[in-house]
């Protein structure tokens, strides 16, 4: 079974600039979690989607968004980015939603705002 | 907000050597795992222990959830290089759909 992908890997954005992130997680996976890890924080619980609805979020400004498709595809935006958005944004694929479920991550995508 | 505090920050000991690090809360949690990340990857998760006082082992590890499901311990026997890594807890409140709460983590070096 194919693991999490996530694309792109890497990515270098301006301050102010939008992006969008995706994730894909593994085959009949219905909930997708993504995650912000930085060196200071950690890892900190950005927002949960399963079956197309989003499920929880974390502690982070509106300028922080998601969706998710038909198909479990997940893809996170970003907007009017700021230096501090610089980090490993992880996405995590599990069969079941709620507390406990074991979650699959991905390799995550590294970004840097300049 | 609950938080998880792991100890130590890290760790650099020798192959062969046994250590613990620890993962401490105020909050009781339905649910605690441990997760693996090494260097350009996403963590990996290692085990979930779900009831107070339960033990698990993997291998040369061992799990431990404290009995109030406070804290955890994670045990590495005769530690090798292959262990080097990212230890991360991370507990669940339970109940509905909600996000992990992580440790930031216990940097681990074994050296040869």
């Known amino acids: 079974k194919a693991g999490v992908t996530q694309t792109p890997r890497y990515l270098i954005k301006t301050r102010g600039q939008q992006v969008t992130l995706s994730c894909s997680p593994i085959s009949g996976h219905r909930s997708v979690s993504w995650y912000q890890q930085t060196p200071g924080q950690g890892l900190q619980f950005l927002f949960e989607y399963f079956s197309e609805t989003q499920r929880n979020k974390g502690n982070f400004p509106g300028r922080f968004s998601g969706r998710q498709f038909s198909n479990s595809r997940s893809e996170m935006n970003v907007s009017t980015l700021e230096l501090g958005d610089s980090a490993l944004y992880l996405c995590?694929?599990?069969?079941?939603?709620?507390?406990?479920?074991?979650?699959?991550f991905g390799p995550g995508t590294r970004l840097t705002v300049t | 907000t609950q938080l998880l505090e792991q100890s130590p920050q890290f760790l650099s000991i020798q192959e062969g050597e046994n250590l613990t690090v620890y993962c401490n809360s105020s909050s009781v949690f339905s649910s605690l795992q441990w997760y693996r990340q090494e260097p350009g990857e996403g963590p990996v998760l290692l085990v979930t222990v779900v009831t107070g006082g339960e033990v698990k082992k993997l291998k040369r590890l061992t799990f431990q959830f404290g009995d109030a499901r406070k804290d955890s311990s994670l045990h590495i026997t005769a530690a090798q290089p292959g262990d080097t890594g990212l230890y991360l807890c991370?507990?669940?409140?339970?109940?509905?759909?909600?996000?992990?709460?992580f440790g930031k983590g216990t940097h681990l070096i074994i050296q040869p």
């Open positions: 995590a694929s599990s069969s079941r939603t709620g507390g406990g479920r074991e979650q699959y």
């Open positions: 991370a507990g669940s409140s339970g109940g509905g759909a909600d996000g992990l709460t």
